[in-house]
């Protein structure tokens, strides 16, 4: 359980996690477009990477979505509408790292896609993620510095590993 001193920076917490995953996102942008320039297929540990960045956002969101949105909901309820589009931004994000991991697997015809298909979803991802982590940055930043250390038992604030 998280203690008194990790409540009073939730906000500075948040934002260090979201340029966390803002950088690995970069990073992987551009090992994606440096591997992909006449490969044929991705280079496995740049497979690794690109699964291993999804399953941080994914991590991310659901401890979100089942842990710290409900606190906040039930702390904030003037901010219902905030969270409500949180929440849906989250499922534009699980659509498109959904259609990345489709165009993973070793052998995936990615040549009916175009070989720059990857990138474009990356670039795509990149887009709505900056976007969501600065609404979410200005629109509930107070309100976590308001909640208790009861409503953080999940990792939504553990910076994921590169």
């Keep these: 359980m998280a203690g008194p001193d990790r409540v ?3 906000s500075e917490q948040l934002v260090h996690v979201h340029e966390a995953l803002r950088q ?3 990073s992987l942008r551009q ?3 440096d591997g992909m320039a006449g490969a044929a297929a991705l280079p496995k540990d740049l497979l690794g ?3 291993s960045f999804c399953a941080a956002i994914g991590t991310h969101h659901s401890g979100e979505d089942n842990q710290l949105l409900p ?3 039930a702390a904030a309820p003037e901010l219902a509408p905030v969270i409500d589009k949180l929440i849906e931004d989250h499922g534009l994000v699980a659509g498109i790292l959904q259609r990345v991991r489709e165009l993973l697997p070793p052998g995936a015809d990615r040549a009916a896609a175009g070989p720059g298909a990857l990138v474009r979803e990356l670039d795509g991802l990149t887009a709505i993620l900056e976007s969501h982590f600065g609404y979410e940055e200005r629109r509930i930043a107070k309100a ?3 909640l208790g250390p009861e409503a ?3 990792d939504v604030f553990t910076p994921a590993a590169g």
Excluded: K, M, N, P
Aim: glycine letters at 4%; aromatic letters at 4%.
């Design 49 to 51: 990477h690109c699964l």
């Design 144 to 146: 976590l510095d308001g």
């Design 71 to 73: 606190a906040l909901r």
């Design 31 to 33: 090992e994606v477009a």
């Design 24 to 26: 690995r996102l970069v």
């Design 152 to 154: 953080w038992t999940a």
């Design 8 to 10: 009073a920076a939730l």
